[in-house]
């Protein structure tokens, strides 16, 4: 009876959304791999078996009691920063990264998805024992220092999608929680030192911030991502070219199809009602968050809602952004959509914590 009772609180409309997103994702990933010459199913059951074991650990996780996670901040916090150094020494590289740890039976888990996790989890801790003094801008830079050092480690792997998405994750919430003056003071000291650390980029970097400007400069070369990008997103029109009838998708002028051009390979085979469908399922996600944060009596708990939010926006809207030209490229994932082990068990689990706090404040 407990547990059916735990089952009943549990926000079924958020577990709705977030089960016909991750459908969606192994539908293309199946469609997706119809464009082999020898048709290959692998990628789609592995996302199969990880989208079972995330879900199976979503349920696990929204029935434990995640009170403990406040007290356990600074731990967690040393914890990510040793793993974030330790990959740097002896993580294994995957396309071009060197920040993944290798798992039994073949898979490997990206740590900088578990540093978004606990960054997360260390503002909220901040941020709610500071709360009468929240517009301090000594705070501001406080929460700035913890950030900077997952930020530096996740850059030198290097992975600078992940880096941006931690530091856009702390600049979400300073521009939630602290006053526009503290925003507009952050903005100005970051496009200064962006103008510094230009030089420290590398040059493929500096090559997808450059593309990001101006990508007919070079659209066979550079530019090549985002401009087949933009005509798979076209291509497919209102109803779409059908499930494996992307042109785009299934001869391979789409690059990266399953992972960073995912909607663009959505887009393309099930048109503009399949994009309206991600934008209203996201929407609805968004919407029962927010309606929650505002019943949460928790600070702590409340920030955390609010730090995950945050997360998950700034990926949508980054990789969307990437698939239409309106931000640069850099390999970030869309939760729940693209292929990937390391993502979409994080954002499962990120789900399941959020319904153990729903579970508990209902209660």
Known sequence: ????????????????????????????????????????????????????????????????????????????????????????????????????????????????????????????????????????????????????IPFGLVFLQPDLGSALILFGLWLGMIFIVSSPKNFIIILIIFFLIFGVGWFQLKDYQKDRINVFLNPQADPLGRGYQVTQSIIAVGSGQFLGRGLGLGPQSQLK?????????????????????????????????????????????????????????????????VNIGMNIGIAPITGISLPFLSYGGSSLVTNLFIIGIIQSIIRRTDK
């Open 1 to 148: 009876m407990k547990f059916i009772q735990g089952l009943k609180r549990l926000d079924w409309i958020i577990i709705g959304a977030v089960f016909f997103l991750t459908i969606l994702g192994l539908a293309i990933q199946y469609s997706l791999s119809l464009n082999q010459e020898l048709i290959n199913f692998s990628n789609f059951y592995k996302q199969l078996v990880f989208a079972s074991i995330g879900f199976i650990l979503m349920l696990l996780v929204s029935f434990l009691n995640w009170n403990f996670l406040k007290n356990s901040a600074i731990f967690l916090y040393i914890l990510m920063t040793f793993l974030l150094a330790l990959v740097l020494f002896f993580g294994q590289t995957l396309r071009g990264t060197q920040g993944w740890i290798v798992l039994p039976f073949g898979f490997s888990f990206q740590i900088a998805e578990l540093a978004k996790i606990i960054l997360v989890i260390i503002l909220a801790k901040y941020w709610s024992s500071n709360i009468c003094n929240i517009q301090n801008i000594k705070h501001v830079i406080l929460t700035g220092i913890i950030a900077v």
């Open 253 to 317: 002028f789409l690059p990266e199809a399953r992972t960073d051009f995912v909607f663009a390979a959505i887009a393309e085979e099930l048109g503009m009602i399949g994009s309206f469908l991600i934008f209203g399922l996201f929407g609805v996600l968004f919407f029962r968050l927010w309606n929650m944060i505002k019943k949460i009596k928790d600070d702590f708990n409340a920030f955390l809602i609010l730090g995950f939010s945050a997360l998950f926006f700034i990926e949508i809207f």
